[in-house]
């Protein structure tokens, strides 16, 4: 392997972080309000709201039905529109991030839902605004399981990250398919999907680590 | 002084089309610096009822006053206001498992925007108070229940409430702490002049420390008045049953096969009288003692026996009427299935 590839490979993984990252925090951005909305409209939430809650229900089930790869396809104007081209790993961030947030809403929701109602009801006994029960018992008393949807989403959208390398997408997705796939070289392709794998594995672990460190519930 | 007025309360919750109807018609008035008992069985509506005197519950219908103020006409923001003088604790604890128990009690105080510093030293104040200081560090999954109870109740108490709402607080605890909690309370009671409504379905925590009580049935108010009055001479088939405790007590005794059983409360003067001696002797008639038990009441010593009667309805009827002329309460004991 000459120095020209592990430059290469070197970039990919600057690309590959660059693209999951990126759309993981856009992702969130979008997301997490986006779940506790779903959470406070639902039925069992601080304020249902059948109408509210049916609409939000409606958008994220229709996004997650489509697939990833058609979602690419099929945002490419909108992309276009957005980062001013369709390809490279900016470009990818667009679709990553639409096909994220609708996830991560309903990963939040379900972190949400599992906060003991008892605790729930006691800050509201205590005279705890809607708001003040969002932000200090909901995201507080779910950051474990919050942590723990954060890092399976992680690993979700590096994966579909490399996905998205196949059509130009950049990162160790688009070599592992410019030059296992078209060029035969499969030692590279190889050392690729390696590298995938050792990332993915750091993010667990990391992820994992941290959300048990960060829980007081058993010790 | 009144502390909470209900009047009229009916709640109903509407289930899938049909309706439960969990409150209907009570009304209440609990006194300033009491400690208020609800005493029924599962589903008999009291954690509805105590939830509706902070308006967690809104009712379908009637009133509720705290501190004279109809709670109907509140804004949200005057009824969290509200709420933060009302102190509530739980059967389950529901303290913040992320928190360790410093946080915990700080937490009340955090809501209404207490500053930190002032917050902080509140806190262990209270920690104080209830004899936890030494866990101010520990996380609530480091504690015992009891000990658990002990911070819930510094973090009601920290806003400085006139009212405690305590939903079953010593249902998931053994005999033993469930006395140390209840003498906690008591103490509270006694030294803040907090006003104290406890929610439970065991008599036995009525009689430990309540002064006054209700005794709710299927959603009804059936009895209400001094504990002393209704341990004495308990007049609903509620108050009955719940006095002479559950079913598993009574399975032994069926096999006496008495004719008739009665329960008898003897009050204090006469707790030193050989009545029943004296009774059998007179009368020449037998009598089981099937159950007997002395109780502190009210800081007075009462006493309770379960006796089975002969057979013969006439002599049934001479023994109740001896034992009414010594001045004792006399109720009859209906067979329980
Ligand atoms: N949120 C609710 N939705 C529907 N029904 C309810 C709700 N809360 C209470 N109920 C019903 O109201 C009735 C009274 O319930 P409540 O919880 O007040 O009883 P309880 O006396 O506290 O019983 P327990 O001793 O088991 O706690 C029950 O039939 C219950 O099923
Ligand atoms: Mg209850």
């Not at chain 2, 096999?255 to 009774?279: C, D, M, Q, T």
């Amino acid at each position: 392997m000459n120095e020209k590839v592990i430059w290469m490979l070197v970039e990919g993984i600057g690309e590959t972080l660059y693209m999951t990252l990126g759309s993981v925090i856009i992702g969130y951005v979008i997301g997490l309000p986006l779940g506790i909305l779903l959470y406070v409209s639902g039925k069992n939430g601080l304020r249902p709201c059948g109408l509210l809650y049916r609409i939000l229900d409606f958008i994220c089930n229709i996004i997650r039905s489509i697939p990833f790869l058609i979602l690419l396809i099929l945002l490419i104007p909108f992309t276009r529109l957005l980062v001013g081209q369709s390809y490279g790993s900016t470009a990818t961030i667009v679709p990553l991030v639409v096909c994220a947030a609708p996830y991560i809403a309903r990963v939040v929701e379900s972190s949400l839902t599992d906060v003991d109602a008892g605790v729930i009801e006691a800050a509201k006994a205590m005279g705890a605004s809607n708001l003040q029960i969002v932000f200090k018992v909901l995201l507080v008393e779910a950051k474990t399981s919050l942590l723990t949807g954060f890092t399976i989403t992680t690993g979700l959208l590096l994966g579909y990250s490399a996905m998205s390398g196949t059509v130009g997408g950049g990162g160790l997705g688009d070599i592992a398919v410019r030059y296992g796939y078209y060029r035969w070289q499969t030692g590279i392709m190889i050392v690729t999907v390696i590298l995938l794998i050792v990332i993915f594995q750091i993010i667990q672990t990391v992820g994992m680590k941290l959300s048990k460190k960060l829980d007081h519930r058993k010790r | 002084m009144i502390a909470v007025e209900i009047k009229h309360l009916t709640k109903n919750f509407d289930i899938e089309g049909h309706t439960i109807a969990a409150l209907k018609d009570v009304s209440l008035t609990i006194e300033k610096g009491d400690i208020f008992g609800v005493i029924g069985m599962s589903g008999a509506g009291k954690s509805t009822l105590v939830r509706s005197i902070n308006f967690l519950e809104k009712p379908t219908d009637g009133n509720i006053y705290v501190e004279g103020v109809d709670l109907g006409t509140l804004s949200e923001r005057e009824l969290r206001r509200m709420r933060s003088k009302i102190g509530m604790i739980f059967q389950n604890f529901n303290l913040l498992e992320q928190r360790n128990v410093l946080d915990n009690v700080c937490f009340s105080l955090e809501i209404n925007g207490t500053k930190r510093r002032e917050a902080k030293k509140r806190a262990l104040e209270l920690l104080k108070l209830v004899k936890i200081e030494d866990k101010a560090k520990a996380y609530p999954s480091q504690l015992s229940g009891g000990q658990k109870q002990r911070v819930a109740i510094a973090r009601a108490l920290a806003t400085d409430p006139q009212i405690l709402l305590c939903d079953e607080a010593t249902s998931a605890l053994d005999p033993q702490t469930t006395a140390s909690i209840l003498e906690l309370i008591k103490e509270i009671n006694e030294k803040l002049g907090i006003t104290v409504v406890i929610i439970t379905h065991q008599m036995s925590v009525v009689t430990d420390i309540c002064k006054k009580v209700a005794i709710i049935d299927n959603g009804k108010l059936v009895e209400t008045g001094r504990v002393e009055e209704i341990f004495n001479d308990p007049k609903s088939d509620a108050a009955r049953e719940l006095l002479l405790g559950n079913k598993i007590s009574f399975q032994p005794l069926k096999k006496l096969e008495e004719g008739r059983r009665i329960r008898i409360v003897f009050r204090e003067n006469s707790a030193y009288e050989p009545i029943l001696s004296n009774l059998i002797l007179k009368l020449q008639i037998p009598v089981n003692i099937l159950k007997a038990d002395t109780k502190n009441i009210g800081g007075k010593a009462v006493g309770e026996m379960i006796l089975g009667l002969p057979e013969d309805g006439g002599q049934q009827a001479d023994i109740i009427r001896e034992l009414k002329k010594t001045g004792i309460y006399v109720t009859e004991v209906s067979e329980i299935e």
